[in-house]
């Protein structure tokens, strides 16, 4: 097993009977907000036990049971629900149910996988990444998921490639769990298959530019300033709320989020929560797009356009009838 100057603080040993006191650390500080934390690799949201039980100086059933015996939360459900990811694999392996039910015809490595491997794809996300595995031997697990998905889907290169990178260098390696994490993101593996989920320009073929990054880089690169209008669309917390916060702290001239009037309200008072004025909070116009009344997608779209020319000229908008 490797060890890094990074994870040294973790290796403190439990005494006979005890709770091992990172996983006491976890339960007790981040645990509650796991929920909320554990998507975003800039944020330390995780518990990182995993060389501790790759290790096999815990267990699985030591940290469920400091779980469950914590205040229930959403964040307890959600990591128990982690661990139980842990569990799959190995059982997938141990049953050995873990051969790739599909061999897609993959690219010559070439040059770019040297580019992935030291991190300069020229992509942030997956430079961070991979320049972190590199000097830690850890790397968060959705910068795990975009590496991988990097390496698969848009290099076409073979996962089995850059399981074996990860396994060099993971503190947290485990066959089991890199083989079938690996599996999971090529879709090839006996989990779901989710080799569609990737964002293709193809997919898009009238959009003059496509950004594929969590917002806060999204909008450092685009640059946000008064010509900007920001329709918020994803339905999804983990990416509406942090755009929304940073569209709120910009000059951006309109800003519009989808969701029901409930989301609305509940998203509405999580930024009162965390400060922002209801002057501020005014800003965003949600449910996003006017009235009209329309149901289907290429309606909505028209909805959205139709309030951003009302706020663009500032006019009521009222009929001419
Ligand atoms: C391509 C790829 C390769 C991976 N290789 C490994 C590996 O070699 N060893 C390894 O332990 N994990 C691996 N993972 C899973 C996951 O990324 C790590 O377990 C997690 O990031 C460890 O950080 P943590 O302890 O802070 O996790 P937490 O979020 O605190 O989760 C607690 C524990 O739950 C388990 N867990 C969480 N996510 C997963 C998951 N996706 N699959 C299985 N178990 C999970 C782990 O045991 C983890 O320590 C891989 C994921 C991907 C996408």
């Not at 790759?54 to 267990?59: C, D, F, L, N, R």
């Not at 880089?217 to 509406?240: M, N, Q, W």
């Not at 800003?283 to 309030?307: F, K, M, N, Q, V």
Request: glycine share 8%.
């Amino acid at each position: 097993m490797k060890t890094y100057a990074s994870f040294r603080r973790a290796w403190r040993p439990a005494m006979e009977g005890e709770v091992h006191p990172a996983i006491e650390e976890f339960v007790e500080t981040k645990l509650p907000r796991y929920v909320d934390d554990r998507d975003f690799p800039s944020r330390d949201g995780t518990s990182r036990l995993s060389p501790l039980i790759a290790s096999g100086e815990i267990t699985i059933d030591d940290c469920a049971a400091a779980a469950l015996a914590a205040p229930p939360t959403k964040g307890r459900e959600k990591w128990l629900s982690e661990l139980a990811w842990h569990e799959w694999f190995e059982h997938v392996k141990a049953a050995g149910l873990d051969a790739p039910r599909l061999e897609p015809l993959w690219d010559e490595p070439g040059e770019r996988l040297e580019r992935w491997r030291v991190g300069e794809t020229g992509f942030p996300l997956v430079d961070a990444g991979m320049r972190e595995l590199a000097a830690t031997g850890w790397m968060h697990n959705r910068a795990r998921m975009v590496t991988a998905s990097f390496l698969v889907k848009h290099l076409h290169i073979d996962w089995r490639v850059g399981e074996a990178h990860f396994a060099d260098l993971l503190a947290d390696y485990d066959p089991a769990q890199n083989e079938g994490n690996w599996q999971w993101v090529a879709g090839t593996g006996i989990d779901a298959q989710p080799w569609f989920r990737i964002l293709t320009p193809e997919r898009l073929p009238e959009a003059d530019e496509l950004i594929q990054a969590w917002p806060e880089e999204a909008f450092d690169r685009i640059g946000l300033d008064d010509t900007c209008y920001i329709c918020v669309l994803s339905h999804d917390p983990k990416f509406d709320e942090p755009a929304l916060r940073l569209a709120l702290r910009s000059p951006a001239a309109y800003i519009g989020a989808i969701g029901s009037r409930k989301t609305q309200a509940e998203r509405r008072e999580r930024l009162a929560a965390e400060g922002f004025t209801p002057d501020e909070i005014a800003r965003i116009y949600g449910p996003i797009g006017l009235d009209l009344g329309g149901r289907a997608p290429a309606e909505t779209a028209l909805a959205i356009l139709a309030e951003v020319t009302r706020v663009r000229y500032g006019v009521a908008g009222d009929t001419r009838r």
